[in-house]
Structure formats: structure tokens, C-alpha cells
């Protein structure tokens, strides 16, 4: 797992699988990111099994081979879409591309496992929920900076236990450090999507899943390149204001600007206001103490700090493979995966709108 590296950043945890080998089988295709590598850790690690994978970029194949030796190669992306024992495609396409693999993946009959964004437009969403209709297959989105994250699941269990009361407000932080290396679709909005659609999508879903909103109201939103003249289609800052239907608001701030000296991708972090109380996570690091997955609680029973790495696990991967043999939804439902996708496209075209 490499700490520096966002775009490379794939925790690993404990094996806690819920079927057994063979039971639930799924392919990798479509490597452009490579969130694909935590995807598919998280399945595994729930003791799903990964058969194929799939993309046109030999490069890309012999890396994902390295680190999944047991895999086989397609020679196509329609070998696959063929086995009858593949029951769920996982892609990281980019993002732009990311909604055609999916009504690809559930035409066929598969679930379909997609990194975040999941989808660039309004009309891209529209399509995926008429296909979901249409198939009953599910469109389930890699929503890593709460799912993959043991500070924000363990914070999650204390909002549900009630140690903040009902929470009001979501203040979130989700810097990135550019890195060197990156593609040149990353640099291109048509492409990414644009900042708040792309990364921004992290801190809209935990709005809503934290808050316990269905419904939200982008309020205000911008986007901004500050520093990045030689990509003119490029976002390195973004902040936006959301309303909840039961009155909660939110607010995020994501970037492009993680200093070198930071000895990890990011400083996320995110701050929720209950009616009795408030938690602070943070996620990758606890600065200065070279701790990651700390989770700060201050409520009528005093002031704690929770170190939680290593100690809650990952519990979306066994659940989602659990929904798609079950056809439930506990992982996460889909009204609140396409919502989060809404808000997210909603909140990058206000923030267009602004230019």
C-alpha cells in the first residue's frame, strides 16, 4: 500500500470472508485508476474470487498480474461479459467511461462494482438507473474514503449508538497530493468530471450517509485552478455547501495541494456536529503522531480519542457480495449510491456555471 500515492492507495485488511471459495466470482476490467487494487482487496479479503481481467493497456495487465498472480487474462472485455460464472465486473475505467462499462456489465447480467466517480453527467446517471430498472442488477460505487476507511466505519458505529445525538452538520476536508506520473485524462475535465464531481463524490456521500438524508439540495458550490496554468482544463480547488431534507447542511473542501512534507497522500478529515456531542476522523494521519484511522469524540460523557487502525475491518465487501447472492441491500442501497452521484454531477455543474 503506498501512503504517498492517492491514486495508488489500496488498504489492505483481515480476511473476514462470508462465502466460500468459489461461492461468489468476479473480473477486474478497466485499470485506469488504481483504486481497482483496493476493490478488489476489499472483495477478496471477503472471500470473494477473482478470475479475469480485462484491459486494452498490456502494461496494465502485467502490474495487475504482479500483484494477483492467480488470475486470467481475457483477451477481451466480452470474454468475460460471457462466463456465466462471473457474477460481478469491478472497473476503475475512467471516469467518463466509467457508466458505458457498467450498463455493458449489467446487460450481460452482471452486478457491476465501479470506482468513484461513478459517472460524469446527469444523462449517464439516467441511463444507469434505467438499466438497473431494467435488469435488476445493481451499479454499486467504491465510495473508499468512508467504506475502505476504519475510522470513518468505526465513526459511523458511534453516530448509529447515538454518542453525538442527532448529527446536524458535516464539515469535510479531502486534500490530495498530485503526485508525479498521472495520466493525461486527469488533467482533462470532460474526462475526470471535474473536482467536485470526482473527488468531491467522497464527501457528498458521507454528507448524506452521516446526516441520514435520501434527499439534499446542493446550496452553493466553485471550482478553481490556482496554480495549475499549463492545464487550463484542470481543478486543484473546490468547496461546496449542501442542504439536507431534514435540515442538516454540509459543507466540503477538496484539493490538489498535500505539501511533500506530509507523510501521506492526504490530511482528510471530517468533523461531525451532533445535538449532544461532535467527532472529529482522522483518516490518514493524526499529525505529528504518525498514527492513521484516529477518531477524536467529545460528548456529555467527557473526551476520547479512539485509535482504531487494524481493530474494525472493512465490513462493505462481505456485505455487498452478501446483496448481490441475496439481491438485498445492506452494503448500500442504490437510491443512495445514484443520490450521492446526482449531487456530486449537481454541484460541479453550479460550480461550472460560476466560471
Known amino acids: 500500500m503506498n501512503k504517498n500515492d492517492g491514486m495508488n492507495y489500496a488498504p489492505v485488511g483481515k480476511p473476514q470472508p462470508v462465502v466460500q471459495p468459489g461461492e461468489f466470482v468476479f473480473a477486474a476490467a478497466a485499470l485506469d485508476h488504481g483504486h481497482i487494487y483496493g476493490m478488489c482487496n476489499g472483495l477478496m479479503e471477503a472471500g470473494a474470487t477473482l478470475k479475469?481481467?480485462?484491459?486494452?493497456?498490456?502494461?496494465?495487465?502485467?502490474?495487475?498480474?504482479?500483484?494477483?498472480?492467480?488470475?486470467?487474462?481475457?483477451?477481451?472485455?466480452?470474454?468475460?461479459?460471457?462466463?456465466?460464472?462471473?457474477?460481478?465486473?469491478?472497473?476503475?475505467?475512467?471516469?467518463?467511461?466509467?457508466c458505458a462499462l457498467g450498463l455493458k456489465a449489467m446487460a450481460a447480467g452482471k452486478d457491476y462494482f465501479t470506482d468513484k466517480a461513478?459517472?460524469?453527467?446527469?444523462?449517464?446517471?439516467?441511463?444507469?438507473?434505467?438499466?438497473?430498472?431494467?435488469?435488476?442488477?445493481?451499479?454499486?460505487?467504491?465510495?473508499?474514503?468512508?467504506l475502505h476507511v476504519e475510522s470513518a466505519v468505526f465513526a459511523g458505529q458511534l453516530v448509529k449508538q447515538g454518542a453525538i445525538g442527532r448529527v446536524v452538520q458535516t464539515l469535510g476536508t479531502g486534500p490530495h497530493r498530485e503526485g508525479q506520473g498521472r495520466p493525461e485524462w486527469f488533467y482533462e475535465r470532460r474526462y475526470f468530471g471535474g473536482i467536485l464531481c470526482d473527488i468531491g463524490s467522497h464527501q457528498i456521500e458521507q454528507f448524506l450517509f452521516y446526516t441520514g438524508n435520501s434527499e439534499a439540495t446542493v446550496i452553493a458550490a466553485q471550482a478553481?485552478?490556482?496554480?495549475?496554468?499549463?492545464?487550463?482544463?484542470?481543478?486543484?480547488?473546490?468547496?461546496?455547501?449542501?442542504?439536507?431534507?431534514?435540515?442538516?447542511?454540509?459543507?466540503?473542501?477538496?484539493?490538489?495541494?498535500?505539501?511533500?512534507?506530509?507523510?501521506?497522500?492526504?490530511?482528510g478529515r471530517l468533523t461531525l456536529l451532533g445535538t449532544e456531542g461532535y467527532i472529529e476522523i482522522r483518516k490518514y494521519v493524526d499529525l505529528t503522531r504518525g498514527e492513521q484511522d484516529v477518531v477524536y469524540l467529545v460528548n456529555k460523557e467527557g473526551e476520547f480519542r479512539y485509535p482504531v487502525a487494524g481493530q474494525v475491518g472493512f465490513p462493505?465487501?462481505?456485505?455487498?457480495?452478501?446483496?448481490?447472492?441475496?439481491?438485498?441491500?445492506?452494503?448500500?442501497?442504490?437510491?443512495?449510491?445514484f443520490k450521492a452521484a446526482e449531487l456530486c454531477v449537481k454541484a460541479q455543474m453550479l460550480a461550472n456555471a460560476a466560471d
Not at 318 to 337: F, K, V
Open 52 to 98: 479475469w481481467v480485462y484491459d486494452p493497456d498490456p502494461a496494465k495487465v502485467d502490474k495487475f498480474v504482479q500483484q494477483y498472480p492467480q488470475v486470467k487474462v481475457a483477451a477481451s472485455l466480452e470474454e468475460i461479459l460471457a462466463d456465466r460464472e462471473v457474477q460481478l465486473v469491478a472497473g476503475a475505467a475512467v471516469p467518463s467511461e466509467r
Open 224 to 267: 478553481r485552478n490556482f496554480s495549475h496554468p499549463q492545464y487550463p482544463n484542470f481543478e486543484d480547488f473546490g468547496d461546496a455547501m449542501l442542504k439536507g431534507e431534514n435540515g442538516a447542511s454540509g459543507y466540503f473542501r477538496c484539493d490538489w495541494f498535500t505539501p511533500n512534507g506530509l507523510s501521506t497522500w492526504g490530511d
Open 316 to 337: 462493505f465487501f462481505g456485505e455487498l457480495i452478501l446483496d448481490c447472492l441475496n439481491r438485498s441491500e445492506n452494503a448500500m442501497t442504490q437510491a443512495h449510491a
Open 118 to 146: 461513478p459517472l460524469t453527467t446527469l444523462d449517464q446517471l439516467n441511463d444507469a438507473k434505467a438499466m438497473v430498472a431494467k435488469t435488476g442488477r445493481k451499479y454499486a460505487v467504491y465510495y473508499s474514503e468512508r
